[in-house]
């Protein structure tokens, strides 16, 4: 089989399934399994959905391959990887469910139980879900059935962390996954200072010198504090000062984040009010992401992602960020602000604070953080310790059940 893929990499699609093993379709009279995997009568509402991401891999596979959009009919006609679409929509659709199945087999494995919280909100995933998809109902799909498929995503992850979680057998302590953080991310503030105009013509040597001061000149200024932290919090009078610089100079500064504040206001004994505004010291930082040779996909407001390309030759904006990555992750001190020559029309002025520093419970140590690094440092290994159980099961075709539910025989395209 394919190397397992992990269900709940998209959330969305995996609440819209059907019913758990061993239980009685609420779709279709007649339905009836569509497999039978290592003992487990998988439905065919199961298979239905699977059918349905299949046709959607499928044809966004051959809308980039034509670089237009096929109808239903054309995908119908098409072959891929030599294949009917039929047979490779079918081929994906059991895979899933085999994917499905080697979960749930495992969730048992280890003696799991869903807590009443995470099945409140399998439900609200479904429900929502649901009402978005028009095909869902028109296929035969239940809201009944979703909810049970939704619980899923919280079985599979009770799975990775029974495995790689703080206790787990093949997990690290928490004090290595503070390193693999450290080692994998870094926090930054970085000042763009450009040599361009604003209609992204390369300025004259004199202007472009003249800049190149004025950043020299701000490192100069953030360094001279005395601390890391002291320096970090420099760093944003110096962008007031840069930004009171362009404005002078009438250009726009697209994009440019704002430095957040909190105002408190208190009231003394006495009945007098006070009011102190306090600038945020993480203003405008952001982590960057190690570069590495496997896309990641992540937000940008949280997290830059940065791809080292070694298929196909960089583009220059590619190769300008793949280096300013190395820079700081092999060659900028912590706490020292540096000016970096980005690319023939812009610099940087940045710097590097310690990202541990952050790693409070209320801050970049929150549970939502340390699962998302205990996923990425272990997603491999969990896909590889599943992909290998997967193959270890039987699976037992129904082929009644494959011909009365072919892909092209479906409901697959959203009504309009």
Request: aromatic share 10%.
């Amino acid at each position: 089989m394919k190397k397992f893929k992990k269900i709940t990499a998209a959330a969305v699609s995996v609440a819209i399934a059907s019913t758990l093993f061993g239980c009685t379709p609420s779709y279709g009279s007649g339905s009836t399994s569509a497999m039978s995997i290592d003992g487990y009568d998988v439905p065919a509402g199961l298979f239905i959905y699977y059918s349905m991401q299949g046709y959607t891999e499928a044809s966004n596979l051959l809308n980039e391959q034509n670089s237009t959009t096929l109808k239903v009919k054309d995908v119908k006609n098409s072959k891929i990887d030599s294949l009917d679409s039929t047979d490779w929509i079918q081929n994906k659709a059991t895979d899933y469910c085999l994917d499905f199945v080697t979960i749930q087999k495992e969730f048992e494995a280890i003696g799991g139980e869903l807590d009443p919280k995470d099945i409140d909100e399998a439900e609200k995933m479904a429900a929502y879900y649901y009402v978005q998809d028009s095909r869902l109902d028109e296929n035969g799909v239940s809201l009944d059935t979703m909810e049970k498929m939704a619980q899923m995503t919280y079985m599979e992850k009770a799975v990775f962390n029974y495995y790689y979680g703080f206790e787990g057998s093949e997990g690290c302590s928490e004090e290595e996954l503070k390193d693999y953080f450290d080692e994998n991310y870094a926090r930054i503030k970085y000042l763009e200072i450009s040599l361009a105009d604003s209609e992204g013509n390369q300025l004259g040597e004199d202007e472009q010198r003249e800049l190149r001061k004025m950043a020299e000149k701000y490192a100069k200024q953030i360094n001279a504090k005395s601390g890391e932290i002291q320096r970090i919090q420099e760093f944003e009078t110096v962008k007031e000062n840069y930004d009171e610089y362009v404005s002078a100079q009438t250009t726009t500064s697209e994009g440019a984040t704002t430095t957040t504040t909190t105002t408190t206001t208190m009231t003394t004994s006495s009945g007098e009010t006070t009011t102190t505004t306090t600038t945020n010291p993480y203003a405008n930082e952001r982590l960057l992401q190690k570069a590495t040779t496997t896309t990641t996909n992540s937000e940008e407001s949280e997290t830059s992602t940065v791809d080292t390309q070694t298929e196909t030759a960089e583009t220059d904006d590619e190769k300008n960020t793949r280096l300013f990555n190395e820079f700081v992750f092999n060659e900028l001190p912590l706490g020292e602000a540096q000016v970096y020559d980005y690319s023939d029309k812009m610099i940087y002025v940045v710097i590097r604070g310690d990202l541990r520093e952050r790693m409070t419970e209320d801050d970049y140590w929150s549970e939502d953080y340390i699962s998302n690094l205990q996923s990425m440092k272990y997603y491999e290994d969990f896909v590889a310790l599943l992909d290998a159980k997967a193959q270890k099961l039987t699976v037992e075709k129904n082929s009644k059940a494959y011909r009365r539910y072919e892909p092209f025989k479906l409901v697959l395209e959203k009504a309009e």
